[in-house]
């Protein structure tokens, strides 16, 4: 049998290398005449034993041969002798003990013959004595056998003891190694059994709810969470615990001050060899300044936008003052023809009531450009309504043909009938096209040698969105300005903004579309922005 690696096995295993490397050192005619040496003693001893037992036995056998004429004592020196010598040295006994029993026990007495008469008797003593001899040898061989057993399980048991404690040694350092850096990564950490039954927090997280650790396990883990939080965070749960999928979520979470904070909060399963789940761990991260940021921004890119209204109507005034004008003097026109076909003799009361019906229609659309006006400077919620894009682009083309015409440059609009319609903020839309016309007319402001042209063009560009076009035969765009011009801020006008080309993308971006620009294959720049198809 293979000795264990135990630590006695090892020191014994270390014993014999040391004393195999000091032999080593020897001749080797000397190590095998060592060798030699320490068998042949053992031989001598085991027999001179074995000879001492038979000639003990000999000498009471005779001493008590009055009361006891029969020589059974010789099995016992024959066990003996085979129980410390062996097979060989209880052989040997066998032999010299029927020499002695023939000679001294076995008529004719003295003499190595048998009788007739005894020679069964002599013939069971041999075999008795073999017997004797075997049974004795196999005893000692299968005790041998056994101590050794023993000394190896108690080797194997104590390498087995001693390799579990070593491991048991590793995991707690692990696990204390584990908890210390659980405590020192700046975040919230828990942990909870397969079933979802919170069982672990760091100290950070226990210190943000001043609970102990008695207080956050199992269901009294949600009792820190706002009651308008609850419901949502448990059946995020039992869905994660029931799929084994990641938990994501934010809830608030009250402090030991009382006062609520928003964190964002995510579990992973740790699954075992089979897929199962072994354990949940989640992390806390507190979310409160980011979401007072979110809101603060939202708040500003609201101020912005409306300051951007105001100040793309502070550049329109002159063109929507001259609009505004345009249909007070009509009204006013047709209002003294009506009184003259009503002053003829006789009346013609025909033409005066074509006349009212122009002075009623030319009051409307004043009306319509007075409301739209004070509707950009209102600080009011986006309001959707559902419209025709190419009706918007129309009414805006009437707004700046004046400014175009007085710059030169040529409108020209490419609108194609049955366009589907789109929901959208009414008055941001005009923004986001006024705005881009604008840019377009100012592209071409000192331009001299080329014709000033701009084009406004719809078209469905795909099942969901309408696409608008607005094309300039300007200068361009650098390709490195080309990647500014919608940051926020960032200008190429002497007096402008840098803004609204930020609001505009920002204002189609909220209604589900995308602004963008590209070069005009024919020179100047192409603005164009998508906007989704009422459904």
Same mark, same amino acid.
């Given at each position: 049998?293979?000795?264990?690696?135990?630590?006695?096995?090892?020191?014994?295993?270390?014993?014999?290398?040391?004393?195999?490397?000091?032999? $080593?050192?020897?001749?080797?005619?000397?190590?095998?005449?060592?060798?030699?040496?320490?068998?042949?003693?053992?031989?001598?001893?085991?027999? %001179?034993?074995?000879?001492?037992?038979?000639?003990?036995?000999?000498?009471?056998?005779?001493?008590?041969?009055?009361?006891?004429?029969?020589?059974?004592?010789?099995?016992?020196?024959?066990?003996?002798?085979?129980?410390?010598?062996?097979?060989?040295?209880?052989?040997?006994?066998?032999?010299?003990?029927?020499?002695?029993?023939?000679?001294?026990?076995?008529?004719?007495?003295?003499?190595?013959?048998?009788?007739?008469?005894?020679?069964?008797?002599?013939?069971?003593?041999?075999? $008795?004595?073999?017997?004797?001899?075997?049974?004795? $040898?196999?005893?000692?061989?299968?005790?041998?056998?056994?101590?050794?057993?023993?000394?190896?399980?108690?080797?194997?048991?104590?390498?087995?003891?001693?390799?579990?404690?070593?491991?048991?040694?590793?995991?707690?350092?692990?696990?204390?190694?584990?908890?210390?850096?659980?405590?020192?990564?700046?975040?919230?950490?828990?942990?909870?059994?397969?079933?979802?039954?919170?069982?672990?927090?760091?100290?950070?997280?226990?210190?943000?709810?001043?609970?102990?650790?008695?207080?956050?396990?199992?269901?009294?883990?949600?009792?820190?969470?706002?009651?308008?939080?609850?419901?949502?965070?448990?059946?995020?749960?039992?869905?994660?615990?029931?799929?084994?999928?990641?938990?994501?979520?934010?809830?608030?979470?009250?402090?030991?001050?009382?006062?609520?904070?928003?964190?964002?909060?995510?579990?992973?399963?740790?699954?075992?060899?089979?897929?199962?789940?072994?354990?949940?761990?989640?992390?806390?991260?507190?979310?409160?300044?980011?979401?007072?940021?979110?809101?603060?921004?939202?708040?500003?890119?609201?101020?912005?936008?409306?300051?951007?209204?105001?100040?793309?109507?502070?550049?329109?005034?002159?063109?929507?003052?001259?609009?505004?004008?345009?249909?007070?003097?009509?009204?006013?026109?047709?209002?003294?023809?009506?009184?003259?076909?009503?002053?003829?003799?006789?009346?013609?009361?025909?033409?005066?009531?074509?006349?009212?019906?122009?002075?009623?229609?030319?009051?409307?659309?004043?009306?319509?450009?007075?409301?739209?006006?004070?509707?950009?400077?209102?600080?009011?919620?986006?309001?959707?309504?559902?419209?025709?894009?190419?009706?918007?682009?129309?009414?805006?083309?009437?707004?700046?043909?004046?400014?175009?015409?007085?710059?030169?440059?040529?409108?020209?609009?490419?609108?194609?009938?049955?366009?589907?319609?789109?929901?959208?903020?009414?008055?941001?839309?005009?923004?986001?096209?006024?705005?881009?016309?604008?840019?377009?007319?100012?592209?071409?402001?000192?331009?001299?040698?080329?014709?000033?042209?701009?084009?406004?063009?719809?078209?469905?560009?795909?099942?969901?969105?309408?696409?608008?076009?607005?094309?300039?035969?300007?200068?361009?765009?650098?390709?490195?300005?080309?990647?500014?011009?919608?940051?926020?801020?960032?200008?190429?006008?002497?007096? %402008?903004?840098?803004?609204?080309?930020?609001?505009?993308?920002?204002?189609?971006?909220?209604?589900?579309?995308?602004?963008?620009?590209?070069?005009?294959?024919?020179?100047?720049?192409?603005?164009?922005?998508?906007?989704?198809?009422?459904?």
């Amino acid at each position: 049998m293979t000795p264990m690696n135990t630590p006695l096995a090892q020191s014994a295993h270390d014993s014999e290398e040391a004393k195999s490397l000091e032999d $080593s050192s020897l001749p080797i005619r000397s190590r095998k005449r060592k060798s030699g040496a320490i068998g042949l003693g053992r031989a001598i001893g085991s027999y %001179g034993f074995a000879l001492l037992s038979i000639a003990i036995a000999l000498s009471s056998t005779l001493l008590l041969q009055r009361f006891f004429p029969y020589p059974f004592l010789f099995f016992a020196a024959v066990m003996a002798s085979a129980w410390f010598g062996g097979m060989a040295p209880g052989l040997f006994a066998v032999v010299i003990s029927t020499i002695a029993v023939d000679y001294f026990f076995i008529p004719p007495f003295h003499s190595l013959a048998v009788n007739a008469t005894d020679g069964s008797y002599f013939a069971a003593f041999v075999a $008795s004595a073999l017997v004797a001899s075997w049974v004795s $040898s196999s005893r000692r061989e299968t005790e041998e056998a056994l101590k050794d057993a023993r000394d190896q399980l108690e080797a194997r048991v104590a390498q087995r003891t001693a390799e579990l404690q070593k491991s048991n040694e590793g995991l707690q350092e692990r696990e204390r190694q584990l908890r210390l850096l659980t405590e020192v990564i700046p975040q919230q950490i828990w942990s909870a059994a397969p079933n979802g039954f919170v069982d672990y927090c760091n100290q950070r997280l226990l210190d943000y709810v001043g609970r102990s650790i008695a207080e956050m396990q199992g269901a009294r883990f949600m009792e820190t969470i706002h009651s308008e939080d609850l419901e949502n965070f448990r059946e995020s749960w039992h869905r994660a615990l029931s799929t084994g999928k990641q938990l994501e979520g934010q809830w608030r979470v009250r402090g030991a001050d009382g006062h609520y904070r928003t964190f964002f909060t995510r579990a992973v399963a740790l699954e075992g060899v089979g897929g199962e789940t072994v354990r949940w761990y989640a992390t806390n991260t507190d979310i409160e300044e980011r979401e007072k940021a979110e809101r603060a921004l939202l708040q500003t890119q609201a101020e912005v936008a409306h300051l951007s209204q105001a100040l793309t109507i502070g550049e329109l005034t002159a063109s929507i003052a001259h609009e505004v004008d345009q249909p007070l003097t009509a009204i006013v026109t047709y209002g003294d023809a009506c009184l003259e076909w009503l002053s003829a003799n006789p009346p013609n009361v025909e033409e005066a009531r074509q006349a009212a019906k122009r002075v009623v229609q030319d009051g409307t659309r004043a009306g319509t450009i007075l409301n739209r006006i004070r509707a950009l400077f209102k600080k009011e919620s986006p309001a959707k309504q559902l419209f025709d894009i190419n009706d918007l682009i129309r009414d805006l083309a009437v707004f700046v043909r004046e400014q175009a015409l007085r710059q030169g440059i040529a409108m020209r609009m490419e609108l194609p009938s049955g366009l589907p319609k789109v929901r959208a903020d009414r008055v941001q839309l005009e923004q986001v096209v006024l705005n881009l016309v604008m840019n377009a007319m100012d592209a071409m402001r000192d331009q001299t040698s080329a014709p000033k042209e701009v084009v406004i063009s719809s078209r469905r560009e795909s099942q969901t969105n309408i696409l608008i076009i607005v094309e300039d035969s300007g200068p361009g765009l650098n390709p490195e300005i080309a990647e500014k011009i919608f940051s926020p801020f960032f200008t190429t006008k002497p007096q %402008g903004t840098g803004m609204g080309l930020s609001i505009s993308r920002s204002i189609v971006e909220s209604h589900g579309g995308r602004l963008w620009s590209v070069p005009r294959p024919s020179g100047g720049g192409i603005f164009q922005f998508t906007i989704p198809i009422s459904s």
